[in-house]
């Protein structure tokens, strides 16, 4: 192979790769939206689980919490 054509090579994979590249930016543009909102409703999600173990846990201890309370 000669130089030329090692130069025209590299030239043609200098092109396919920045094709690739911009591929790869128009995607996370696009999706960056949906990434976001799939984050947020994640983490309002899990939060809520939480929230809603800690009311239980509350929740049933809660007569022996009052029953101390009137004991004082």
Known sequence: MGKRSKEKKLAKLEVVEAEKQAIVERRK???????????????TLIVTVVLLVLAKYVNQHLPSIVERIRQV
């Open 29 to 43: 543009e696009r999706l960056g939206p949906t990434i976001r909102l799939a984050t947020k409703f994640a983490v």
